[in-house]
């Protein structure tokens, strides 16, 4: 299957900072894409889809450059409770539309 | 809510031991996914199913079995548990269709001594 990469991090930054992560897939052909937050020691949990024209919820923008073959995530006022591990997911068109997984990029948020 | 519920949060067997992992989802999903997770290694697929009795390998499949019986229900069998399969365990379930995510059971902490 197709590689998603991430950064793996960790990224460090204060509260209140703004912070954006960067994955680039690799099937021009992908047509979903997702965002995943995950706790240490616990389950990925959905964040957010996102849609070709850029969509935001709250604090949270996420955006896809197909040219570019990469989407984005955008937080603004950084909270502690931020701090995670975000996972990039991109569907493998190739592959029966199974999702592929990034390895995560780590966000810490300190005080 | 999608509701996908992993039968153990912690889980301690013997090497050799023949191992069961329950998943059950609530939402009628034709889709199911074992996965392992491990630090430094991230989200693994071991097997998948797209529906009743039907299973496809994934990346990982050695030492693992599967079974789907019932369309709520996709066990893991570790036929004779071996001390590297000592992992993090994450079932998920999507509707089918391309532009669906997937959703994640709890998670199955499971260590083989």
């Known amino acids: 299957r197709k590689e998603v990469e991430q950064d793996p991090g960790p990224f460090n930054v204060p509260e209140g900072a703004t912070v954006a992560f960067n994955c680039t897939y690799s099937?021009?052909?992908?047509?979903?894409f997702f965002w995943y937050r995950q706790d240490c020691r616990k389950e990925p949990k959905l964040l957010m889809s996102?849609?070709?024209s850029g969509n935001e919820d709250g604090r949270f923008t996420a955006q896809l450059n197909r040219a570019s073959q990469y989407i984005s995530l955008l937080i603004r006022d950084s909270k502690l409770s931020d701090s995670a591990t975000y996972l990039c997911v991109v569907n493998d068109v190739d592959a029966g539309n199974m999702l592929t997984f990034g390895g995560g990029t780590r966000l810490m948020v300190k005080p | 809510d999608v509701k996908v519920t992993q039968s153990s949060r912690y889980l301690v067997k013997r090497t050799g031991e023949k191992v069961f992992l329950e998943c059950v989802q609530d939402m009628d999903h034709e889709n199911m996914f074992w996965y392992r997770q491990d630090p430094g290694l991230g989200l693994r697929l071991i097997y998948f199913?797209?529906?009743?009795?039907?299973?496809e390998k994934g990346d990982i499949p050695e030492g693992y079995s599967v079974s789907r019986e019932k369309k709520e229900r996709f066990s893991l069998i570790l036929e004779s548990a071996s001390t590297n399969q000592t992992s993090m365990y994450l079932c998920?379930?999507?509707?089918?269709?391309?532009?669906?995510?997937?959703?994640f059971g709890d998670g199955t902490r499971l260590s083989i001594l």
């Open positions: 996102v849609y070709s």
């Open positions: 099937n021009s052909a992908s047509q979903s």
């Open positions: 199913s797209y529906d009743v009795k039907m299973k």
């Open positions: 998920a379930s999507r509707i089918d269709g391309r532009y669906q995510p997937q959703h």
